[in-house]
Nanobody
């Protein structure tokens, strides 16, 4: 089990950028596939992006493809979400997710497989 702490959320104007960070406790970060999900009030949790243990495989939700980039630094036990060209509809609570992965290239594709969650960081995009 790991602990995940997100940071970097805030208020930004439409068209702007934010970078979210998720710091992960423990010495086994490189054993975990990581991901980001978001949930807006009154809406279902939505997959945003995921990255494999090695960082070599990434995947994105359709609504953020081409605008968001997920990355990780295994030396710093941190996963990032770079968000560009933000839209009002990106407003949500963004949560970091983790799952111990048996292979270097497996990635999280749904919330059902996540074993550890962060508390979330709020992103609000104003028009």
């Amino acid at each position: 089990q790991v602990q995940l702490v997100e940071s970097g959320g805030g208020l930004v104007q439409a068209g702007g950028s934010l970078r979210l960070s998720c710091a992960v406790s423990g010495r086994t970060f490189s054993s975990y596939a990581m991901g980001w999900f978001r949930q807006a009030p009154g809406k279902e949790r939505e997959f945003v992006g995921a990255i494999s243990r090695s960082g070599g495989i990434t995947s994105y939700g359709d609504s953020v493809k081409g605008r968001f980039t997920i990355s990780r630094d295994n030396a710093k036990n941190t996963v990032y979400l770079q968000m560009n060209s933000l839209k009002k509809e990106d407003t949500a609570l963004y949560s970091c997710a983790a799952r111990r992965s048996p292979t270097m290239e497996w990635i999280i594709r749904s919330a059902n497989v996540v074993s550890d969650w962060g508390q979330g960081t709020q992103v609000t995009v104003s028009s």
